[in-house]
């Protein structure tokens, strides 16, 4: 089943209009946050991947879009950037939907692990990856979606994303070839997982599905279309598609609530408070279910790899609208509140 049928849609009936006069005030918000850190200089661009380092450190983007769907930008919000470990948490929604939850977590765990996404380490109670947003996770992942000839389930994936973003997407072919020819570490992880029984033995094809998918173009407003469309129950906002099978939103959402931020995922729950996702390209995206989706991008990392000025600007944009899913303002609808 695809999406919620609209009598289950919660903004069916029970979400009023936003007037000019609000999302004039919502627009200030944002734009002010964008000026407040714009200035900010701290951390680098990542070079692991050489095509990453040509990024230009100065841009940085805003969007937040709602489950209504308006949508509202600041800074460099059209600048593209490859979604990198943002595509994690769309791959193991892509395997749940193929495969259901009790096939696609024997090649998974849903624990987090401490380590670093790169690191090439199973579990050691069960033998699988910890989870979907390390890369031996991701990779057991796209192993359970890639499909041969892999330009079909690349494409298939592609679509995913474009239905949630709303626009057709595209791969940058210079970032994948530069991962394909580097990606030495990830190469190593996929021969693991094949020597521990958790992929087959299409390790290259495996690796291929990988590498494209963390090569897709996307900007600000994608990423937050792609977060709204999780917040509305598996639907986009604007166009209307049904792109998301609503059923196991919950595991991906859960999962990128315990680790979707590196080594920062602990202090991102309490601090900032919603699911969310980074990649090394700069992006951020966070879903507030059942209200909203916010993308943000700056390419300059910090020590756990994520963006300095987007961690920044999501603590804000939180702390500002009350977001956090445990803040005690929050009973589930509290954006919309924050409006009335
Ligand atoms: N393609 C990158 C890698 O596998 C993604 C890393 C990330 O964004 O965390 O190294």
Redesign the pocket.
């Known amino acids: 089943m695809q999406g919620a049928p609209d009598r289950e849609s919660p903004q069916a009936s029970a979400t009023p209009a936003m007037t000019p006069f609000l999302e004039t005030q919502i627009q200030k918000v944002i734009d002010e946050i964008y000026h407040k850190y714009k200035g900010v200089d701290d951390g680098t661009v990542a070079t692991y ?1 050489p095509e990453l380092g040509k990024a230009n450190p100065k841009h940085f983007g805003i969007c937040l879009a709602t489950v209504e769907g308006q949508v509202f930008t600041a800074g460099d919000w059209e600048q593209e950037f490859t979604i ?2 943002m595509s994690k948490p769309f791959a193991f929604q892509m395997a749940l939907e193929k495969h259901g939850p009790e096939e696609t977590l024997k090649h998974v765990g849903l624990e987090p692990s401490g380590e670093a ?2 690191s090439i380490e199973l579990d050691p109670k069960t033998g699988r990856p910890f989870n979907p947003m390390v ?1 031996a996770g991701a990779i057991a992942v796209a192993s359970l979606i890639k499909q041969s000839p892999v330009q079909a389930s690349i494409a298939a994936f592609v679509d995913k994303l474009s239905g949630a973003a709303g626009r057709r997407l595209r791969l940058d072919y210079s970032v994948l070839a530069s ?1 394909t020819e580097t ?1 030495n570490r ?1 190469r190593a992880i996929g021969y693991l997982l094949l020597n521990a029984g958790i992929i087959d033995e299409q390790v290259q094809l495996s690796l291929d599905q990988y ?1 494209a998918q ?1 090569s897709v173009l996307v900007n600000c407003r994608d990423l937050a279309l792609m977060a709204a469309t999780m917040a509305n129950i598996g639907n986009n906002p604007v166009t209307g598609q049904s792109v998301f099978d609503f059923q196991f939103l919950k595991y991906v959402m859960a999962v990128m609530f315990s680790c979707g931020l ?1 080594d920062f995922a602990g202090n991102w729950a309490v601090e900032v408070g919603l699911p969310a996702k980074s ?3 700069g992006g951020i995206f966070g879903v507030v279910n059942r209200q909203l989706g916010i993308g943000v991008y700056s390419p300059k990392l910090d020590a756990q ?1 994520n963006s300095v000025r987007g961690i920044l600007a999501c603590r804000e944009l939180a702390s500002h609208f009350g977001l956090h899913t445990f803040d005690f303002s929050n009973v589930g609808s509290s954006f919309m509140q924050w409006l009335l």
């Open positions: 991947i990198q470990s996404f790169n890369n991962e990606g990830n590498f963390c590196y990649g090394v390209s790899g």
